[in-house]
């Protein structure tokens, strides 16, 4: 409505020829007709300011009182009925109007419009707030500076800046008086619609809050209030609302990035208050996650740094670790650190509160802290055995298997495996891996094997498929008899000749010896676990066995352990998984250039069994990644083509995944099948025209003009012909109803590669499939559809029928109680059976109460009452 209020207005005149678009000139601004003010100038005393504001006054209104007068026997008489006897919108669209034709002489309309913006006025409230808002951001205010009020201007050198001028000086007083009124009324404005957005409706709450935000990024004028309004709508009640908030202060810094340490600022002093709830807190964090960083703005990651660590020890200190907030802080904790340059000090003082919280939170918040704590010892060169013997405990948690931060997790043991430089705790760590591919999903275990592949490319000597020969010996030693020590005690060797002793690590004032029988066993076996704050010297206790309940895998026997696992993996019932095993013992490397993780699901290979594609992410321009939502999942290779597509069937089979290999050549045999029975349709058809006939019968020297000229033949023959084409052309290579038998030898080399299980499979689905494949071809961007760059008159032949279609049509439609076109009619898209129609009316009729058998219409409820 604004817009085109704007050309009806400000179009003075329409141009009719090049020379006159070349004169016309857009009419200035209001604020484009005062000149700059001196940057040095005498501050007036008070009594100077209230003379000089009250002439300014008296000048406003002599102008507005000109203005009023010159436009009395124009449309201004109309705009001023409008006003006050039209609609709502009548009204707001003559207010609207008259205000862009001269804002200067239209006060008093800013100040009537600005009046309507109120909580009780729903309707009117928030049309106002609409045109409004447009108007400041368009006529009103100042895009290159604040408005100033009228005691800020130069009022001691008004002569000088007037050159004495009478008229030029009524004029400049005008307008700085009429900047002074309009800033008070922005003001007023401003806090109308902080009002609004307290309403107890959402939508007037939502729509206060775009219409703060809007102005907010549009002009700095009254930023700080506007700021603090949107920040405090983070704690509404509704979390719509505080949805709303957040979106809002995300596309503002998407906007104008170089508000970031103010916008931070607003939200802390926001978090930091007394008697703030813990959803306003939890959306603060939130949103303080979707920042900007970047090496460039250090101190906005350092400052997001201490707002994250004052949160974390309050939570701490309250108990909520296993809280959503908790969770929030630290996905913070991990985006801001890499861009703080802290020095390591400065956080080494929560090492062991989080450390704390690795063993007592729950699995997701562990792996965020853990993930922490990777970066941390990674920055500071000291990645300690604390770190691995934590992650080697975590890959053990039962919740592994359920939680949906399994890349998160395989991703950071990637990346701590690389830094390590420990053999035999790589080759604890794999061990561990691999025994937990066995009891996961297809998935998981495949996003495994690929980890472990990349660490023995890059990590020679972790390779352990086969058991050393010294290992063999050294458990060969141990006599075939099993020993145990308690996790309480410790080995140590002062001398060879003399005994080994036991000494008990947790033994307090109280003596607590052990039994002699489990001293026994125990040893020439070390200690499970070493404390880091025990004053007793340690030697490192040699190890003769792979144990892998070992806390510490540096001391777990990496070097007397095989991976055995492949073994059992080369069986899986998953293709994949049998493949990258296979891969593994044969010392070749994985290579895949997707997402084991979303690949090998079993709703993607469902999506694949039954033909659907997913669906393409249109790349937005101008969008924020940062800021934007979690991508899609995005297929790559021949994933990317239908599975039913010509392309996808004429792939060499080498580049086929092996988990899509039965769908492959159980497709591509029928492809091959249909595209040769279509060849020799064709050519028989081609043979049996009537062109054919009639070439052979002037070859042979028969004359046929004694005959008489059928038009109706030749024109149904033609359509026939036609038919038969249009329906080649746009059925994209659909099937015709004729099954075909894949009981032949000629496809058995299709199906070299599968087992005799999957091939009897395939000739039970042959034997059982009644209907047809749709296949797809290059040409066709639609699956299982005609192709729509055909124009629908151009295929006449579907507007006829045969005699006895059309005499079936006839009787089917006498022979129902329903008149056709009526309301009781039923929709047969699904081309359903005459009975079901007929069951289907008569299950009609006794819902709506026309049972003839209990007594006609009103009688019919015999069931349930």
Known sequence: MVNKMKFKTRTKFKPSTEDDIDDYETPKKWFETIQDDPKTFRKSTEKEL?????????????????????????????????????????????????IQDNPVCNLETIRNLVGTVKVGKKKECIATIEVLTELFLSDLLRPDRKLKAFHERPLSKLNDLTSGNAITR?????????????????????????????????????????????????????????LTN???????????????AMYCLTQLLFKHLNMQP???????????????????????????????????????????????????????????????????????LNRAYPYAKLEFEQVSKHIDTMYRLVHLANFNISLHTLTLLYQVSDFGNNINDRFYSALYKKLADPRLLSTTHQAMLLNLVYKTLLKDAEVNRIKMFIKRLLQISLFTQPCFSCGVLY???QILVKKKPTQALVLDAAAVNALDDDEGEEKYLDATTVEIKEDPDQDTTLIDINEKEEDVKPDKDELDASLSIGGSWYHCQNGVKKEK?????????????????????????????????????????????????????????????????????????????????????????????????????????????????????????????YLRKKYEAKTTEAEE??????????????????????????????????????????????????TDGAEDESDVDLSDDEGDEEFSDLDDDDRELIGDLDDDDEEDIDFIEDDSPVKGKKNKLKKPGDDISSLFASADEFATLLEDEGGSQVKPGGSNAFSNKDNANVKQLAWEEKRNRWVRGFNKAVGGKGATRTRGG
């Open 50 to 98: 209230v003379e000089l504001k009250n002439e300014a006054k008296q000048c406003h209104d002599s102008e507005v009182a000109n203005y009023n007068t010159k436009n009395s026997k124009t449309k201004h008489q109309w705009m001023q009925t409008m006003m006050s006897k039209g609609t709502v919108s009548d009204k707001i669209a003559a207010r609207t109007v008259s």
């Open 170 to 226: 009524r004029k400049l007083l005008s307008l700085w008086y009429f900047e002074d009124q309009l800033k008070e009324l922005y003001a007023s404005y401003i806090t109308a619609l902080n009002s609004t957005a307290h309403d107890t409706v959402d939508n007037n709450k939502e729509k206060a809050i775009n219409a703060m935000y809007k102005l907010l990024a549009g002009n700095p004028e009254q930023e700080k209030n506007l």
């Open 230 to 244: 949107i920040v405090n709508k983070l704690g509404d009640p509704s979390q719509k609302v505080a949805s709303k």
């Open 262 to 332: 103010v916008v931070l600022h607003e939200i802390e002093r926001l978090m930091f208050r007394p008697n703030i709830s813990s959803r306003a807190q939890y959306y603060g964090l939130c949103f303080l996650s979707q920042f900007h960083l970047s090496h460039e703005a250090s101190d906005v990651a350092r400052k997001l740094i201490d707002v994250y660590f004052a949160f974390f020890k309050a939570c701490v200190k309250k108990g909520e670790i296993d809280s959503r907030m908790m969770s929030a802080l630290l996905m913070g």
């Open 451 to 453: 980890l472990v592949s």
């Open 541 to 665: 206790v040699p190890v003769n066995a792979y144990r892998p309940l070992h806390r510490n895998p540096l001391y777990g026997g990496g070097e007397f352990c095989a991976y055995t696992e492949l073994c059992q993996l080369k069986n899986h019932f998953h293709p994949t998984v049998q493949l990258y095993a296979t891969n593994i013992l044969e010392g070749e490397s994985i290579r895949y250039s997707g997402d084991p993780l979303k690949d090998f699901t079993l709703v993607r290979f469902l999506d694949r069994f039954v033909f659907k594609n997913p669906k393409k992410i249109n790349e937005t321009a101008g969008v924020n990644r940062t800021l934007s939502k979690r991508k899609l999942y995005t297929p790559t290779g021949v994933k990317m083509l239908p599975v039913n597509s010509a392309g996808y069937l004429k792939e060499d089979q080498r580049n086929i995944p092996v988990d899509e290999l039965f769908m492959y050549s």
């Open 681 to 730: 349709e064709s050519d028989l058809e081609s043979v049996q025209s009537e062109e054919f006939e009639e070439m052979l019968d002037k070859m042979a020297g028969v004359q046929d003009g004694d005959e008489d000229l059928d038009y109706m033949r030749d024109i149904g023959d033609n359509l026939k012909q036609k038919k038969k084409s249009n329906d080649k052309e746009e």
